[in-house]
């Protein structure tokens, strides 16, 4: 099992910045690369970020490229979100997680934390 720890979130205006934060322990050896997802209110769980650990590819969903910047060290079980520029549909739980396979979710999945961009 992978236990994951989300921090960072928090209320924003439009135009504002957060960096969320994500620990991963347990299970995490044959991690391939980890990523960030969030859930609107309403709406499906999506992929927003991933990075893979070995040539440290990464991929951006269409919505936030140019604003957001994936990070991480796999030897230390972290992993970053960079967040500029933020919009009211940013906002969203956002979780980590392992990645399986491309930039699809092991569905390990922590608590979240909450970003709320206001208008």
């Known amino acids: 099992q992978v236990q994951l720890v989300e921090s960072g979130g928090g209320l924003v205006p439009t135009g504002g910045s957060l960096r969320l934060s994500c620990s991963a322990s347990?299970?995490?050896?044959?991690?391939?690369?980890m990523g960030w997802f969030r859930q609107a209110p309403g709406k499906e769980r999506e992929v927003v970020a991933g990075?893979?650990?070995?040539?440290?590819?990464?991929y951006y969903a269409d919505s936030v490229k140019g604003r957001f910047t994936i990070s991480g060290d796999g030897a230390k079980n972290a992993l970053f979100l960079q967040m500029n520029n933020l919009k009211p549909e940013d906002t969203a739980v956002y979780y980590c997680?392992?990645?399986?396979?491309?930039?699809?979710?092991?569905?390990?999945w922590g608590r979240g934390t909450q970003v709320t961009v206001s208008s």
């Open positions: 347990g299970r995490t050896s044959s991690s391939i690369g």
């Open positions: 990075i893979r650990w070995n040539g440290r590819s990464t």
């Open positions: 997680d392992v990645l399986n396979g491309d930039y699809s979710p092991s569905n390990y």
